[in-house]
């Protein structure tokens, strides 16, 4: 079924001026439908162009859903992803720029940057853990266009998968010294414990979210790229982080990742 480009357009022009005013928005479901994935993907799509197009580079992807209570809270049986740009990989800033964000939340992940392209072959388990060349700890700064985070799985998708901002650790480990699947994650908010979990939480194995990703980002016709960041999905559940946060996590063999938000000021 063919995609309307007037509602594409339109669902695009009101996550854009939720960018452009820094207010959330209705949900874009009115127009596309809660579960239109193909249509999700479009306004996608179509915001990235944009972007691009404004001078924007791509760096990565970053992949969601993959927990499979978030899963079946938004009825869904596969994960998503969205765009990493450059301008949204803060690690080298003293503080996460609050200003910059609607209503930001905090998931701990891996982070795969990758050696080799993901665009040829069967891109089973041995192509894919071969196509790493190291990964690090992370922390995605998800953050939603729509208001009050009142999304179904086509909001998301629309909506850059929620995508915000990114900071990843200096410590880097190659698939020889470490296993993904078994990495056990602790997070805390201002030194309290907030989030846990691990990398079975993450499909399974955060590999295996890496393969889905690869499959998927080539039925787009947009495969993934040697030297691009793919940040795996949440080991464990995602927190707010208001203006004037710090947040930390611990991901086992990888080291620790922090992050300070600034107390937001206008932009």
């Known amino acids: 079924m063919a995609v309307d480009s007037k509602v594409i357009a339109q669902a695009a022009a009101r996550l854009t001026g939720a960018t452009e005013r820094g207010r959330a928005v209705a949900p874009v479901r009115d127009l596309l439908g809660a579960q239109d994935i193909g249509a ?66 905090a998931e701990a992940e891996i982070a795969f940057v990758l050696r080799e392209d993901l665009a040829g ?12 060349d190291y990964a690090v700890a992370a922390l995605e700064i998800v953050d939603s266009r729509i208001a009050d ?15 915000g901002l990114y900071v990843l650790a200096e410590r880097r480990l190659t698939l020889d010294e470490f296993e993904p699947r ?58 707010p982080a208001p203006p004037g946060t710090r947040i930390r996590a611990e991901i086992s063999s990888l080291g620790e990742v922090t992050a300070a938000f600034s107390e937001k000021r206008d932009a």
């Open 40 to 105: 999700a993907y479009a306004v996608q799509q179509e915001l990235t162009r944009r972007r691009l197009r404004r001078g924007a580079v791509m760096v990565g992807r970053k992949i969601g859903l993959t927990s499979p209570a978030v899963q079946r809270q938004l009825g869904v049986d596969q994960p998503d992803f969205g765009v990493l740009f450059a301008d949204m990989d803060v690690s080298a800033e003293p503080e996460v720029p609050s200003a910059r964000l609607l209503q930001a939340k």
């Open 121 to 132: 072959g069967d891109l089973d388990p041995a192509q894919v853990r071969a196509a790493v």
């Open 182 to 239: 078994e990495t056990t994650m602790r997070m805390y908010a201002d030194d309290v414990l907030v989030s846990e979990g691990s990398g079975a939480a993450c499909l399974g194995d955060p590999l295996n979210a890496l393969a889905w990703l690869a499959r998927t980002a080539r039925e787009f016709g947009e495969p993934l790229r040697a030297g691009q960041v793919v940040l795996s999905g949440a080991l464990g559940p995602m927190v």
């Open 149 to 163: 985070w009142d999304i179904t799985l086509a909001d998301t998708v629309a909506d850059n998968a929620s995508s």
